[in-house]
Each structure stands twice: as C-alpha cells, then as structure tokens.
C-alpha cells in the first residue's frame, strides 16, 4: 500500500503533472495500491485573484474566513481533484475523486489561534477512517483525495496537505508515504540534500534550524507517520526510515 501526495509544482506544471501521473500509473499497473492526496494552494490563489479576494496567511497557514473556505472546498474538491481524476482516466486507470471530508475519510478539529491570530476555518488533522478509501480500492478503483476536512459535528476545515496524506497512510497501515514535490529533497544546514536519514537524523535537523519553510510540516507529518507504523517516507528523493535500535 502507497500513499502519495502530490504538490508543489505538479499540479501548475501540465508536463511534470502527466510525467508523475504516468510513474503512478506504472505503480498502480504493477499490482499495487495506490491513494493519492493532494492540495492545490496555487490554483486557490489564482481563484481568488479573480474573485478579487485577498489572500491572507499567517505563520505559514492560510487564514480561511468564509469566502476563502468556498474558494478552497470549490477548488480542492472540484477543479483540481477532477482535473487529476480526468489525467488517470486518460492514461486507462478506473480513478475516483474524493473529499477528505467524505465518510470520515480525514477528522479535523479547530486549529487554535497563534500569536492570537484567529485562522478561521483552519484545521488539524487527528485522524483519519479509511473505509470508504478501502472500499474503493477493494473494487480496483485508485483514489485521488482532496485535503479538505471535517470535524465530527460536520464542520468543514482547510487543512495541511501534508498532515492529511500522513493521517491516511498511518490509518490505512502504508508501507510507504511519497511527497512528490517540486524541490530535490530535505537538505541539511550546508545546503545538501540529504539521500537517506532515520527519525533521530530528522528530529536533529529540526532542532538545528536547517528545515524551513515547507519542508518543515512535510518533515512533521512524515515523523508522524513513521512513529505510527509507516516503515518509509520519501520527500523528493530524501528516504526517512526508522532509527535502528
């Protein structure tokens, strides 16, 4: 079982997109399951530039008033998820799209204010029912997920794509987490990317200062992951395995 997420780049990207597609598709052709997870932060910005509303972040997360939320559950869960449902029908894999919001398949709760700045309709993941994902692939149907959440009163939250995908291989028990992303991989405090660390290596660069930006809550969610049971988690072409005893 593969879980992948596809961000950054590739979903801007027609070109990369179809190349990365077709890597998925030789996988899923192989005999093994496949989900895929996805966000789509640009083609919200670009939605809401021609809405004419302002894009407003803080500490990295997109404040989500109540025309945001329309804009990002519109765009996740209709023009992006379809878009990548309508690429695998076309290279000959049966695909469905899904919200994280449907059937439980991804639980979030209200993220907190920080430095008292109210994130409105922000969420944090804290699980994850992967039925109705299992379902789907019991009758060989590839799931493509959008990273959008519910809370257990049927609230709807924009949530870290990233924090979804690892929520979703921890409860379908992955042998593996891939973020396809559109940077060579977890670089080190010289600059380096680095080809292979275990959870100790990745707590120490953390500690460091040397992951920034992004990768940190792709490093976060791939720690995550892998204390929950995940045995591997790739970020580019950075492989994160567990510390040896």
Not at 53 to 68: E, W, Y
Not at 88 to 117: C, F, M, N, R, Y
Not at 140 to 163: H, W
Request: with cysteine.
């Amino acid at each position: 079982m593969k879980v992948i997420k596809l961000g950054g780049s590739l979903l801007d990207d027609a070109q990369t997109r179809v190349s990365v597609l077709h890597d998925v598709v030789a996988s899923w052709n192989s005999g093994h399951d496949v989900v895929l997870v996805h966000g789509g932060g640009k083609h919200i910005d670009a939605m809401m530039a021609k809405l004419g509303l302002p894009k407003r972040t803080h500490a990295g997360l997109r404040i989500t008033d109540d025309a945001t939320l329309d804009v990002v559950v519109s765009v996740l869960g209709g023009l992006v998820n379809k878009l990548i449902v309508g690429e695998l029908t076309a290279l000959g894999v049966k695909a469905a799209g899904i919200s994280g919001s449907d059937a439980g398949t991804l639980i979030a709760e209200q993220h907190p204010p920080i430095d008292g700045v109210d994130l409105g309709h922000v969420g944090r993941v804290v699980s994850s029912n992967p039925t109705l994902v299992k379902s789907m692939l019991n009758y060989g149907i590839l799931p493509v997920v959008s990273s959008i959440a519910m809370s257990t009163e049927g609230k709807l939250f924009n949530v870290n794509a990233d924090s979804a995908a690892s929520a979703l291989a921890t409860a379908l028990k992955a042998t593996s987490l891939q973020f396809i992303t559109d940077v060579a991989g977890l670089m080190d405090s010289e600059g380096n990317v680095v080809d292979a660390l275990d959870a100790n290596d990745a707590h120490a660069l953390v500690a460091e200062g040397a992951v920034k930006g992004g990768m940190l809550p792709k490093l976060t969610a791939a720690l995550g992951a892998m204390s929950a049971g995940v045995g591997k988690v790739t970020i580019g072409i950075t492989e994160c395995t567990h510390a040896s005893s």
